[in-house]
């Protein structure tokens, strides 16, 4: 079983940033694709961002590209999710998955586990 708990969700102003972290653990697991996905009230799931194990690649969907920046730490199996002028629209739970997998994937039924996640609200 693997285990991935969020940090660093809460309430910010348009324009602030925040810096969501996730932690990995579980038996005889190595995560090596891991991302974020968030799902907005009466919204559908949407793929944040996502990252290979070298970090050699990334993705953005287009809605926080150029404003958020995914990064990890594999020595501590931890990826963070810098996001930078918030607005209001980001507001929504934000989820940390994890893949054992080489290839870049960029749906949420691509990655094998998920976090309980954590709240991001930005105000107007």
């Known amino acids: 079983q693997v285990q991935l708990v969020e940090s660093g969700g809460g309430l910010v102003q348009a324009g602030g940033s925040l810096r969501l972290a996730c932690a990995a653990s579980?038996?005889?697991?190595?995560?090596?694709?891991m991302g974020w996905s968030r799902r907005a009230p009466g919204k559908e799931r949407e793929f944040v961002a996502g990252?290979?194990?070298?970090?050699?690649?990334?993705y953005y969907a287009d809605s926080v590209k150029g404003r958020f920046t995914i990064s990890r730490d594999n020595a501590e199996n931890t990826v963070y999710l810098q996001m930078n002028s918030l607005k209001p629209e980001d507001t929504a739970v934000y989820y940390c998955?994890?893949?054992?997998?080489?290839?870049?994937?960029?749906?949420?039924?691509?990655?094998?586990?998920w976090g309980q996640g954590t709240q991001v609200t930005v105000s107007s």
């Open positions: 998955g994890a893949a054992n997998t080489m290839a870049l994937r960029t749906t949420p039924s691509s990655y094998d586990y």
């Open positions: 990252i290979t194990r070298s970090g050699g690649q990334e």
């Open positions: 579980g038996r005889a697991f190595s995560p090596y694709l």
